[in-house]
């Protein structure tokens, strides 16, 4: 199992939006937070060990409508 976390930037009154459809749209996404910065978004998801995580961002995270700017970390251990 892959665990990646997506920072997502919103156009101007569309988190809450981009949110949900996240959460309705994708089984891989796990939680979706409401952060301060930079980005509105932080999408914790989780992949299949043969699932490409380019192809999943660009394909179903950056065309939800309502995204302007993405940020993918990957992770790589979980400490607990």
Do not use: N, W
């Not at 939006?17 to 939680?31: G, P, R």
């Amino acid at each position: 199992m892959q665990t990646l976390f997506v920072m997502v930037k919103c156009e101007l009154g569309q988190a809450y939006d981009v949110a949900d459809a996240a959460v309705q749209q994708m089984d891989a996404v796990s939680e979706v937070h409401s952060i301060s910065g930079q980005y509105d978004l932080l999408m914790k998801i989780y992949l299949d060990d043969d699932e490409d995580i380019g192809r999943f961002v660009t394909h179903h995270v950056q065309t939800l409508d309502g995204v302007r700017d993405s940020f993918t970390l990957i992770a790589h251990k979980v400490f607990a």
